[in-house]
């Protein structure tokens, strides 16, 4: 079965300060993994996915497949990073979320 | 290029009434079409897949039911809400697999 797992659901880092935002999977197959952040009064929208290898707002993720890790990471944090952020796997033809971090980046 | 368009924004039902939600993609064909529950403190919560006309997978059993009428248009049903039905829907299409989903502005449901 798939599974998600975001431990952290509440994360609080000052700005400038480098952020890290846990994910870990549960997949027997080979997994696609997305991050997807929702800001405030928009929609939930795709941030980035591993298999494109890029870089969305400063973000990054790596995927650990000995770890079965998928840590969004950002080495300075801006205040517009206040958001919710869900990771997601994809797998048989669905989606899996985490249960959600909301990261806030204090002034 | 391609749009997504869920209604309505915002529902108050009584216990026991019917439901109905509507989504519908433009500008796309045959895409996958999914109903998500996005519940406080338990994250997205899919409910159902589509991946082509008449055909539904259900991820859990509850008291909703979806249908897909239409090669754009994905439903959700309920005979008879019950107060646990209340949540904020989120309807989502994909082209294909690993691209990722698009989701739709979301359905506020509040059952009294």
């Known amino acids: 079965a798939q599974r998600v797992t975001q431990p952290e659901k509440l994360l609080s880092v000052f700005k400038g300060a480098p952020v890290e935002l846990k994910c870990n999977y549960s997949y027997s197959g080979s997994p696609e993994l997305f991050w997807y952040v929702q800001y405030s009064r928009q929609r939930l929208q795709l941030l980035l996915r591993h298999i494109s290898r890029e870089s969305i707002k400063g973000f990054t993720a790596d995927l650990n497949k000995g770890e079965t ?18 990771c997601a796997l994809e797998g048989a033809q669905k989606l899996v979320f985490g249960q959600g971090t909301r990261l806030t980046i204090n002034p | 290029s391609q749009t997504i368009h869920q209604w309505p924004a915002t529902l108050v039902q009584p216990v026991g009434s019917p439901l109905s939600l509507e989504c519908t993609v433009e500008g ?9 529950r996005q519940a406080a403190g338990r994250g997205l919560q899919l409910l159902f897949y589509s991946v082509g006309i008449g055909q539904i997978s259900s991820e859990v059993p509850q008291n909703l039911s979806a249908s897909r009428p239409q090669d754009r248009q994905f439903i959700l049903s309920s005979k008879k809400l019950l107060l646990s039905d209340s949540g904020f829907y989120l309807c989502a299409w994909s082209p294909s697999l690993r691209y990722g989903y698009t989701f739709g502005s979301g359905t506020r449901l509040t059952v009294v």
Do not use: I, R
């Open chain 1, 69 to 86: 890790s998928f840590h969004l990471k950002k080495p300075f944090a801006q205040e517009e990073d206040s958001a919710m952020y869900y």
């Open chain 2, 28 to 36: 796309t064909s045959n895409p996958n079409l999914y109903w998500y």
